[in-house]
């Protein structure tokens, strides 16, 4: 195969995904509508600020708004991972990701392809919704908004893997909304999206341990340090090692020799 086989697969898989998006209003409402609500409803009960010294980028006190920020935009992509991953069990059920998986292109570019894309789509929610954020009066240094785009990839592209490593378990499209339940709401709200970590430990010591190491965490801070220009190698380190384990993991659920797909009988 040639390299422009290559480019033409992914431009294919890529804009498929972006047309099914745009073709799906309900669906971008959704989105943004869960992040909204959090932003505008939830964050009114938390308007006079925290009183918390917030470690680096935020060396003063912010309003509650400005901190959860961050981790509404970790919600978005991860809502969105999952719902890609969503999509996955439905194509395998109708029959198109057969037609997808079974082409002379290696399948770990053609699922590394569909992440790809479920990454474009997540991105394309974040930029709207720091949009809305701004026009509420939440801004961000203008270099910023350009910075972070670097790290809203890294951490899409995890999320997404996950998606996909859940979709290789699920058999039946009925099953999938009680996993990403289960996945969802314990990775987010055992996060930093709401809290910072020291706050978390003043009240529990186990649930601080929980949000340490929970791989959504580490991408909200990613978001957190980019979107003000800074740097936190550690959140960066440990969002690609997640990347690269929940991927292999992904692309080996999906290979019918030695994954979950030869127990299903084929992909």
């Not at 925290?50 to 809502?79: D, H, K, N, R």
């Not at 003043?202 to 580490?218: D, I, K, T, V």
Request: aromatic residues 14%; positive net charge; proline residues 5%.
């Amino acid at each position: 195969m040639k390299p422009l086989h290559y480019l033409r697969a992914l431009r294919g898989i890529v804009a498929r995904e972006l047309y099914r998006f745009l073709h799906q209003r309900e669906r971008f409402i959704s989105a943004l509508v869960r992040p909204l609500v959090w932003l505008f409803v939830f964050a009114a009960g938390f308007r006079s600020t925290l009183g918390l010294a917030i470690s680096p980028p935020y060396e003063t006190y912010i309003l509650y708004e400005v901190y959860i920020t961050p981790g509404l935009l970790g919600m978005i992509q991860l809502f969105n991972g999952m719902q890609s991953s969503l999509s996955m069990v439905y194509d395998r059920e109708m029959g198109s990701m057969r037609t997808l998986l079974v082409s002379p292109l290696p399948r770990w570019f053609l699922l590394s392809s569909k992440l790809v894309a479920g990454v474009a789509v997540s991105i394309l929610q974040v930029y709207v919704f720091l949009s809305i954020a701004w026009a509420y009066g939440i801004e961000a240094p203008a270099e910023g908004y350009l910075a972070v785009l670097p790290a809203l990839l890294l951490s899409g592209v995890m999320l997404g893997a996950l998606g996909l490593l859940l979709s290789s378990f699920i058999r039946q499209l009925e099953n999938f909304a009680g996993v990403m339940n289960f996945v969802i709401f314990p990775m987010f709200f055992m996060s930093t999206a709401l809290y910072p970590l020291w706050k978390i430990q003043e009240s529990s010591e186990l649930l601080y341990r929980l949000a340490q190491w929970n791989p959504f965490s580490q991408a909200v801070e990613l978001i957190r340090f980019a979107l003000y220009g800074q740097f936190n190698g550690m959140a960066c380190g440990y969002t690609a090692g997640a990347t690269a384990l929940f991927l292999a993991a992904a692309i080996l659920g999906y290979n019918p020799s030695k994954g979950m797909m030869q127990r299903k009988g084929g992909a």
